[in-house]
């Protein structure tokens, strides 16, 4: 155990301005992985997309992640190697898969050709969309990792929540934005390269923090103000699987997020079909969500740092998140301030569960695991979000298209909210469950993080 002195973590202006710098790499990786969420109708009416290319195209980015075990590896690479490698490497993944999915979807050269019997563009815009977000998840857990390295036993909730909410910035912009930013430069790749640029800005962010690190670290290295801990071995992943509290906290992730992400991903076109809004307009409303969670998040998390109930705030998400997508299954619910109304209550839900879920896991897993541990929950998280969203542009191009007169392409989401609202529903049954072990193991979900 080394001695106890001061180091630049000590510095309240140095640990925010750490984080504010690699919370702008993650506002501009959500940025791009919401882009092109507002097109799907532009991409059915103007580049022949249908759902089920649209789905094939949403659960890409899950594809390496999943079925690689990238994001393992990462975690993995990120306990051995530490954050600034992890980090530099991750974020360059994101540059390049967003290149390549730019490149998909603009080429002229791949417009009627095929790839393994898909239509080129989607394939080649699925396979960056796949790289980019083995960069975009890895880079997730390394922040998260560098939040704790920073935050631990002074704000660490609120800086989780105040990273989330930066980053949920990126995903308003790019439901906000993207349909006039296309329609102003008459092009429907435009947004996608308007992200290219942010990630370049991101990427080089990144690398600026990669100082204040080493710095950190060398400063540690010589008896700074923390406990040497043992470094991680492959055995400690049994360790981690072995955990009930690991399960839980892991199996809640997927099932919010999967009601959360995906329904995000079809926001903009339930906003068109059920609600009647403009294009122009309908990615308005959704993007009221994420601009919802900039001040909820941080606040949620300094109640959890200084007060605690991180287990009852997940369980308070998970009711209301269920309440929000059961209201939106009922048809006669279609007025576009319900829907403005439902969002609102959707940002509360999604501003809960996030504040207490990620530091928690921090009370669960011993430091020196934790980049694998939130590896394996993010891996799992994927899992849902490649799945579900294939799932519904299968089931809206199959049982819920709407014949029209002109030919354009509408459909019914009542079924597949109504999807959402079980998935919710079992998001609530694990919460509970999570409280109750926390009841038996003494993880201290519901104490207090703030020493």
């Excluded at 909730?157 to 995903?171: E, N, P, S």
């Excluded at 919460?431 to 979900?445: F, M, N, T």
């Amino acid at each position: 155990m080394t001695a106890i002195k001061e180091s630049i973590r000590n510095s309240a202006a140095a640990r925010w301005t750490a984080l504010g710098v690699v919370a702008f790499t993650m506002l501009a990786a959500y940025f791009v992985t919401d882009v092109m969420s507002p097109l799907k109708t532009m991409l059915e009416n103007e580049m022949m997309w249908d759902s089920s290319d649209y789905g094939f195209f949403t659960s890409a980015y899950g594809w390496f992640n999943v079925f690689l075990f990238m994001l393992l590896f990462g975690g993995l690479i990120l306990d051995k190697m530490g954050v600034r490698f992890t980090g530099l490497a991750s974020t360059s993944l994101m540059v390049i898969g967003a290149v390549i999915k730019y490149w998909g979807i603009s080429s002229p050269a791949l417009v009627g050709q095929e790839l393994f019997g898909i239509s080129a563009p989607v394939m080649w815009a699925s396979i960056g969309y796949a790289i980019f977000a083995v960069g975009a998840e890895v880079s997730g857990i390394t922040v998260t990792k560098i939040i704790v390295k920073w935050f631990k036993g002074r704000e660490m909730a609120m800086a989780m929540g105040i990273q989330v909410a930066l980053a949920r910035i990126g995903t308003a912009l790019a439901l906000m934005i993207t349909v006039p930013f296309a329609e102003y430069f008459k092009s429907v790749p435009a947004p996608v390269l308007l992200g290219v640029v942010l990630l370049c800005i991101g990427f080089l962010a990144f690398l600026g923090y990669t100082f204040m690190d080493k710095k950190l670290d060398v400063q540690l290295s010589n008896g700074g103000d923390t406990v040497q801990e043992e470094s991680f071995k492959l055995s400690d992943i049994k360790v981690i699987l072995r955990n009930k509290g690991f399960w839980l906290i892991a199996l809640l992730c997927v099932m919010f997020y999967s009601c959360v992400f995906p329904f995000l991903k079809y926001a903009t076109d339930l906003m068109v079909n059920k609600f009647d809004v403009d294009i122009k307009l309908a990615g308005t409303i959704p993007g009221l969500l994420p601009f919802g969670t900039i001040l909820l998040t941080p606040l949620f998390g300094g109640i959890y740092d200084r007060k605690g109930k991180g287990a009852t705030i997940m369980i308070i998400g998970a009711v209301l998140l269920l309440f929000v997508h059961i209201m939106f299954s009922i048809p006669a619910l279609n007025n576009w301030v319900i829907a403005v109304v439902l969002m609102v209550i959707l940002g509360i839900a999604f501003s809960l569960v996030p504040s207490a879920m990620w530091p928690s896991v921090a009370k669960i897993i011993p430091e020196k695991q934790l980049g694998t541990a939130y590896a394996l929950i993010f891996w799992i998280q994927n899992i849902g979000l490649m799945g579900v969203p294939f799932l519904v542009g299968k089931i809206l191009q199959a049982y819920c298209k709407i014949p029209t007169t002109d030919g354009s392409n509408a459909y019914d989401y009542t079924l597949v909210m109504q999807i959402f609202a079980v998935m919710a529903l079992i998001s609530i049954f694990i919460a509970v469950a999570l409280k109750r072990e926390d009841k038996k193991k003494g993880y201290g979900l519901e104490q207090k993080n703030m020493q």
